[in-house]
């Protein structure tokens, strides 16, 4: 069968079971355009910014477990889903990003629009090509999405001239991909394995810390079942949210710079950290020779490349978390510690860590609260970077798993549009929430238009705090409360939201926060929340840059406490 | 200081040595020197790189290098007796009165004049870097013009070889060199 290039590629996306490309038409693309007709299983999604795009691929990528696909023209196209693909490359997230190029006789003489992605994106993809021979097409497609979705991750990159898009070639689908020099391990070394399960067998104070590999993996029934069986606390990082449940007595919440006061103890207490599908990043370990230093390490994840790259490991195991874990299990003895159980229990009654003061201002933290409680467990949170964030992942305490997305690695402002539109589109019956801030908002709130366009039911909740939140408690706390550039004019977010023709509501009382939400949630379509919360209102707990954990310092206590309200959702 | 020397086979494609290169500078590794060309394999280079593991986490440049996909095995030969060697060219002022005395040096150290000029040789010299240095050193007076050395190139001793792959001969993979089909632009870089 004799195809263009550009049918080759969707050839090669429909087999791959690919539902939606996201993406940007321009001049060195449209061919694949002209092809979408003749493709009715796949749909395109016109975003509005190819950041956009990418951000949405990738949200879909988190959600599903399947590769996420976006797409855009050369030159600024390209370039606009540089940011998206960083997230993605620092939050192990499978993405395949496909680029019309300038034609290929025009390569290397700086053409029109004309922009080397590839060496752009170099440091920022697992893998990446430029496609000189429509004969390497499928060939490249195939092995595209092969190393973009095993091992641990990332973002892919297929640059293609759009010569090559139009010229034909006789199609020829490779079954199977071989790629002699990639072959990333997935079982675990056995007797790295029995080891692990000795060491657990002799710790008195253990600790699983999971990572975003727990997710990717879908290990939680592993997981849950290794917790149980030896009693070990689980701790989960920003990006492990949703990997544990949060309903379950062994569930800590989140360790590191904004995490649980009680984790931050405990880690510096335990005898045994198990990081299970994470890389022990700054945010998490604090000043990294003062981290878990009474503890023995026992290392699971894909990339051997993260064993030993920060922390000392016992016994590191490279594998997929879910194979591993599969293998461990069984022999590991079961175990009741509940000693070191009701030891991080008093910390945790005595630093209740998110308590929130029962005052009558706005508080951001009530209404993120409020937000989960009357959403249910089923629901998915986007989040943005900073404040807001933090909170909402302090206060994430949901059992369905993967229902947290969030920017870790990279901690891109602007996410929380974008990432919405993918989550929504990747579980269209299920209720989204977009906890925004009103900085990030701003970054990529003209994706409202994509969202009104698609009738995507997305619920926003702008925590308006009239500043850079997370910028101003920096420079409050660490720069003597010179504030600079964090004060934003804002628009107002209720007209700009109906400008678009998505409903929107306005929230600066306590008492309407319940009500609100409730509307949002009544309403069959988009709604935008402005929340005008309190403005000066620090995430707690906090350890400063450079820290140790065992530094923390502890949400304050309130001035005025009527009837003091411990806050705990499980 | 401890020099390690790390050999690395890598898939012959369009940018590979940007994307090892990319890694090194990235995670700010200290490379010394770095020699590239074929190996037995057909459609496989052979990279000999030097870094300074007082500096460096050796662990680190290997498991970095290795992620990168061309990178078909990679390994220390530090770990293992080894043979290396460095080539040097230098072009050397001589005029006739001064061609004896360096001649002497040349054959001290076993080197080979390759070019002959009315005032000056080019020689070619083989060694450790020690050797090379050495060799330079004695030259140095007579006036050195022009310098090229190789880097160091390094195998392992013995029989076996740590570099050995699965199905190197091509039996099992197929390695895929640039310049199949099309013309690509560049081949490794
Ligand atoms: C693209 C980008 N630029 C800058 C930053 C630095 N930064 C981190 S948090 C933050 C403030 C975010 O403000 P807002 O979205 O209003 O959220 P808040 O902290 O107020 O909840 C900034 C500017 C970033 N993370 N991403």
Redesign the pocket.
């Known amino acids: 069968m004799k195809l263009t290039g550009a049918q080759i590629v969707m050839e090669c996306l429909a087999r791959e079971g690919v539902e939606y490309i996201f993406g940007y038409p321009g001049g060195a693309n449209l061919p694949l355009y002209d092809t979408l007709p003749q493709y009715p299983q796949i749909r395109h999604i016109t975003v509005r910014h190819e950041q956009a795009a990418a951000h949405a691929a990738d949200a879909y990528a988190r959600v599903t477990g399947k590769a996420g696909v976006c797409w855009a023209t050369s030159g600024p196209g390209a370039t606009n889903l540089v ?1 998206g693909i960083a997230n993605a490359w620092m939050d192990s997230v499978p993405l395949v990003c496909i680029t019309g190029a300038v034609v290929s006789w025009l390569i290397g003489r700086d053409g029109f629009q004309e922009a080397d992605i590839t060496g752009i994106t170099l440091p920022i993809t697992k893998q990446n090509y430029l496609v000189l021979d429509v004969n390497d097409l499928a060939q490249t497609m195939r092995e595209g999405f092969h190393i973009a979705t095993t091992g641990r991750p990332g973002p892919v990159l297929i640059d293609i001239p759009r010569d090559i898009q139009q010229e034909e070639t006789e199609f020829e689908y490779p079954e199977k991909v071989d790629i002699a020099s990639y072959k990333p391990a997935t079982k675990g070394h056995q007797g790295q394995i029995k080891k692990a399960a000795q060491l657990i067998g002799e710790s008195e104070r253990p600790l699983i810390l999971a990572g975003h590999g727990v997710i990717i993996s879908q290990a939680y029934d592993e997981l849950r079942e290794l917790a149980e069986r030896a009693h070990i606390p689980v701790i989960c990082t920003l990006l492990g949210l949703g990997g544990f449940p949060g309903s379950h007595e062994l569930f800590m919440g989140m360790p590191g710079m904004h995490g649980m006061y009680w984790n931050n103890m405990a880690i510096g207490e335990a005898d045994l950290v198990m990081g299970i599908g994470m890389r022990f990043d700054d945010r998490v370990t604090g000043r990294l020779k003062d981290f878990a230093p009474n503890a023995k390490i026992i290392h699971i994840d894909i990339d051997p490349a993260e064993i030993g790259k920060n922390v000392k490991t016992t016994v590191p195991i490279v594998g997929d978390v879910k194979q591993v874990l599969s293998d461990l299990n069984p022999l590991v003895q079961a175990a009741r510690h509940d000693e070191w159980y009701a030891h991080i229990q008093k910390i945790r009654e005595e630093h209740p860590s998110i308590a929130i003061p029962n005052v009558n201002k706005l508080l ?1 933290q009530y209404v993120i609260k409020s937000i989960y409680e009357q959403s249910g467990h089923d629901a998915y949170f986007v989040t ?6 933090m909170w909402a992942a302090q206060f994430f305490w949901n059992d369905n798993p993967a229902s947290f997305i969030t920017s870790g690695g990279l ?4 996410f929380e549009v974008p990432a919405a539109i993918g989550v929504q589109f990747a579980r269209p019956k299920s209720l989204v929430w977009s906890i ?6 701003q ?1 990529t709130m003209q994706e409202l238009a994509t969202i009104a366009e698609y009738e995507l039911p997305i619920k926003f909740a702008i ?3 009239g ?7 920096w420079q409050h706390l660490y720069y003597d409360d010179n504030l600079q550039s ?1 004060r ?1 004019l804002q628009p107002d977010f209720v007209k700009l939201a109906e400008a678009f023709g998505i409903a929107a509501m306005r929230v600066n009382e306590k008492t309407e926060v319940a009500p609100t939400i409730d509307k949002a949630l009544q309403h069959p379509g988009p709604v935008v929340i402005d929340f005008e919360v309190e403005q000066h209102e620090d995430t707690f707990p906090a350890m400063s840059p450079g820290a140790a954990l065992s530094e923390t310092t502890d949400q304050p206590k309130f001035e005025e406490e009527p009837e003091p309200k411990k806050v705990r959702s499980s | 200081m401890s020099t390690h020397t790390i050999v690395a086979l890598v898939e012959n494609r369009p940018g590979v040595l940007n994307r090892i290169v990319s890694k090194w500078r990235q995670r700010g590794f200290n490379i010394e020197s770095l020699a590239v060309g074929h190996s037995e394999v057909p459609g496989l280079s052979r990279m000999t790189f030097t870094v300074d593991g007082t500096t460096t986490d050796i662990d680190q440049v290997t498991k970095q290098m290795y992620k990168v996909i061309e990178v078909v095995k990679i390994a220390d030969l530090t770990e293992h007796d080894m043979v290396h060697r460095e080539l040097a060219m230098v072009k050397v002022t001589a005029p006739p009165k001064e061609r004896g005395g360096i001649m002497e040096v040349v054959d001290i150290f076993r080197a080979k004049i390759v070019d002959v000029a009315t005032e000056s040789l080019i020689i070619e010299v083989t060694g450790t870097e020690e050797k090379v240095d050495a060799f330079l050193e004695m030259v140095r007076p007579y006036g050195i013009k022009e310098l090229v050395r190789t880097g160091r190139i390094a195998m392992a001793r013995g029989g076996g070889t740590p570099m050995a792959i699965e199905g190197a001969k091509g039996e099992q993979h197929r390695y895929r060199p640039a310049g199949e089909g099309k013309a690509k632009v560049g081949t490794l870089i």
């Open positions: 940011t951001p943005g970077v900073g404040q807001h964030q901690g891109t402002m602007g925004a801030g009103d900085g990030g908002f970054m925590i308006n705090n500043f850079l939140g997370m910028v101003r408690q964090v934003l």
